[in-house]
């Protein structure tokens, strides 16, 4: 059960949306707020709320967020820095309650698939969206979501194919990561001050990398994707370096040049066509934003250097975009930018018409790229068994609304 917050509560409601159509349904809070996904502010506030001394509030707030982001803390007795009567307090008022696993997934390879559960129904069904971890040798991607659907509609993309339902807030946004971290025990352990192995070496994090590639569009909901960001980054608590984050968008103009100078995290492109034809078929944005304005806004990006190349990602299309002609255009296109071109074959879903390149059309593509001075790695398809690879990503609801549908004719 949830309803809407008083109108004198200012935490933790969704940030204002920078869309251009208007989601469905809004964020509805509990009862009792989490306070995952609130900033140091907000936290003070929060503090308030309980009659916490003024003097104090600071203090105390810096001690839950260390208790929230650095120790893992799955309930205030937890949180032993602070006293018996405001822990008591504050478990009356608020939880640290993160997103629901309503499904988790493990792949052949390692990748873990979860479906979030989250505040909310439309049509009778829950809101949930999908978030994905892929262990490397050398590092641990998480993908994280920031709509529920998506309302871009690209035409090669399963998640495309799911109508925009709302937009996620900046505790949402975060709780994947400390959603993650419970999940794969990835927290500070309670009897040491820094992450560290036996030996005194720093302990590697299985979460090292975000990714802001799951579900939606990150620059349509701007304020709660960059707030969210925030705590992620922050050192006193996630820590996870922006150069460490990748925010991707399919090509939302006039806020690039704002998440360069807001959130600072690196960048990436979905980019997938040379023309503005093909684009404006695989990548309907691509009407509103043609590629002269895209890339013009990519090479204006704040921060873009060699040492902090965009990236370009190009899904491969068999007989579609992955001419060597279409190579060769590709770097005409992007001469001038400090980029790395991601390509990546199509990883398919049930109902799709198109079909991946081959491996050497692939590798013919990638020559002419590479040759003419910009990495071209193939990104290696991860989770395809359990639909968690790149534009595979569907709410379970989604998917079984469209089984139904097929089965009764529609």
């Not at 109108?7 to 509805?28: I, M, Q, W």
């Not at 993309?157 to 900046?170: E, I, S, Y």
């Not at 990602?313 to 005409?332: C, F, I, P, T, W």
């Not at 690879?389 to 004719?409: H, I, N, P, V, W």
Request: glycine share 8%; aromatic share 6%; charged share 20%.
């Amino acid at each position: 059960m949830t309803a809407p917050l008083a109108a004198t509560e200012t935490f933790p409601a969704a940030s204002p949306a920078f869309v251009e159509k208007r989601p469905l349904a809004t964020y509805l809070a509990p009862a009792q707020p989490s306070l995952v996904g609130l900033s140091r502010d907000q936290l003070v506030q929060a503090l308030g709320t309980i009659e916490v001394p003024e003097r104090q509030r600071r203090m105390r707030a810096q001690q839950i967020w260390h208790w929230l982001y650095v120790r893992g803390a799955q309930n205030f007795d937890a949180m032993t820095t602070l006293s018996k009567d405001v822990r008591s307090a504050l478990a009356q008022r608020f939880t640290v309650a993160r997103p629901e696993i309503a499904a988790e997934q493990i792949s052949v390879d390692g990748t873990r698939k979860w479906l979030i559960r989250l505040p909310g129904e439309i049509d009778g069904a829950p809101h949930e969206v999908e978030c994905v971890y892929i262990p490397e040798a050398d590092r641990g991607t998480l993908c994280i979501s920031s709509q529920v659907g998506c309302t871009l509609n690209c035409t090669f993309c399963h998640t495309g194919t799911q109508r925009l339902v709302r937009n996620l807030t900046a505790g949402e946004i975060a709780g994947q990561v400390v959603l993650a971290r419970d999940q794969l025990g990835d927290w500070t352990p309670t009897n040491e001050q820094q992450p560290a192995q036996a030996g005194g070496e720093k302990r590697t994090r299985l979460v090292s990398n975000i990714v802001m590639m799951g579900m939606g569009e990150p620059l349509y909901n701007f304020e709660a994707v960059r707030d969210g960001l925030a705590i992620v980054a922050d050192g006193e608590g996630l820590s996870i370096s922006k150069r460490r984050i990748t925010l991707s968008t399919s090509g939302v103009v006039p806020n690039i040049a704002r998440a360069g100078a807001e959130i600072g995290s690196m960048l990436a492109v979905s980019l997938h066509a040379v023309t503005d034809e093909l684009r404006d078929r695989l990548v309907p944005l691509n009407r509103k934003y043609p590629l002269r304005e895209l890339l013009d806004a990519c090479r204006n990006y704040p921060g873009v250097s060699n040492a902090r190349r965009i990236t370009f990602e190009y899904v491969m299309l068999k007989g579609v975009n992955d001419s060597l002609a279409d190579a060769k255009a590709l770097v005409r296109l992007l001469k001038g930018i400090p980029a790395k071109i991601n390509l990546i074959p199509f990883n398919p879903w049930p109902g799709t018409s198109f079909e991946c390149s081959d491996d050497a059309t692939i590798g013919a593509f990638s020559d002419i790229v590479f040759n003419a001075g910009y990495a071209s790695p193939v990104r290696t398809p991860r989770g395809r068994d359990i639909l968690a690879a790149c534009g595979q990503l569907k709410s379970e609801t989604e998917k079984l609304r469209a089984r139904a549908l097929l089965a009764a004719g529609a």
